[in-house]
């Protein structure tokens, strides 16, 4: 099979697509013959050299895929070859091919493009498993997302909404009228306007934040949480040291969380399989009611990668960007 390859951490010409070793499904896993993954952040940094994956993954760039199953392993069940799914990965997705565990694989939902459904795993189990999972939103209450307009937060302000939320976003001017459009009641941009005052002003405050910045946003963002508010930390662009006022937090009765994706298990109470079935239980749904969509701002073939990755640092893309595999 074919796969990117990294020479040596660097820029995106370090890229290149290549014959790899076959891959070969063991006790519990799916082969996937892969029609396309999608572009995530932490694939940039791990090409940089700056975000290596798990011991024992693949070091093939690519957290999510879409495709057909092609072989499955001993004491697979409920799963059949020929079966279009998406799967949320380890590693390995920018590949022809790639193994991955059953319970982390999922039906192409209903009316989705076989390519388009590359773009949703990754989103779905961030939103999901922080979002409701970790911070328990309920109907009526307030959610901030930070970086509205990037994947996951194109995501979250659907589900939002989808679960009866008021949806708060922060992003970059240009994106703010398409966030909207997604459903966000309130679209503030980060450059020129306080999210603090702004948020407050509207609601009073934010029961949930979802925040990709961490360090430069931590202080900020607990004064923004509303009573007994809950702020969950997945990324940081922002920094990784920050002063966290335990006094504030006090008063509010605030919890702070901080969450990954890639490094969790594969099973068990907060694992991968558990996260996946409940995306599938309740947000697969959402898709084929349509209250929730994916968002792609372009697909492009997995040979271009490079372009893709520039493509996503760039502040004019909205949602996702996808890599299609063409075998001919």
């Not at 519990?28 to 694939?43: F, K």
């Not at 309920?138 to 307009?149: D, K, S």
């Not at 029961?207 to 004064?223: C, F, I, K, P, Q």
Request: proline residues 6%; contains cysteine; charged residues 20%.
């Amino acid at each position: 099979m074919r796969a990117i390859t990294i020479t040596e951490p660097g820029g995106s010409g370090v890229m290149q697509w290549a014959e790899q070793p076959d891959p070969t499904p063991g006790p519990g896993q799916v082969l996937i013959d892969v029609a396309a993954t999608a572009v995530n952040r932490a694939d940039l940094l791990q090409r940089r050299g700056l975000y290596p994956p798990p011991p024992g993954s693949s070091d093939v760039l690519g957290l999510e895929c879409s495709g057909v199953i092609a072989e499955l392993g001993e004491g697979v069940s409920g799963w059949s070859i020929g079966d279009r799914v998406c799967a949320l990965l380890t590693g390995g997705g920018y590949a022809e091919q790639v193994v991955v565990p059953a319970g982390q694989v999922l039906p192409v939902p209903e009316g989705v493009d076989l390519a388009v459904a590359a773009s949703l795993p990754e989103v779905a189990c961030t939103v999901w498993s922080n979002v409701v999972m970790a911070a328990g939103l309920r109907r009526g209450e307030v959610l901030l997302v930070h970086g509205g307009g990037g994947g996951i937060g194109t995501h979250a302000i659907q589900v939002g909404k989808a679960l009866g939320a008021k949806v708060a976003v922060t992003a970059s001017a240009g994106k703010l009228d398409y966030c909207r459009e997604l459903g966000a009641d309130l679209a503030i941009d980060y450059r020129s306007q306080d999210f603090v005052a702004e948020v407050r002003g509207r609601f009073g405050g934010a029961d949930v934040v979802l925040d990709n910045m961490g360090a430069a946003y931590l202080s900020r963002n607990v004064d923004v949480l509303s009573p007994d508010g809950r702020l969950v930390v997945i990324g940081m662009q922002g920094g990784a040291k920050g002063e966290l006022n335990l006094g504030k937090l006090l008063a509010k009765r605030g919890h702070v969380l901080a969450t990954g994706l890639r490094g969790r298990p594969e099973t068990g109470r907060s694992g991968k399989s558990t996260i996946v079935a409940q995306v599938r239980e309740h947000v697969w749904p959402m898709i084929a009611e349509a209250q929730v969509r994916p968002v792609v701002h372009a697909e492009v073939p997995i040979t271009e990668a490079a372009r893709a990755h520039e493509m996503l640092d760039s502040p004019d893309t909205v949602g996702k960007v996808v890599l299609r595999i063409d075998r001919h």
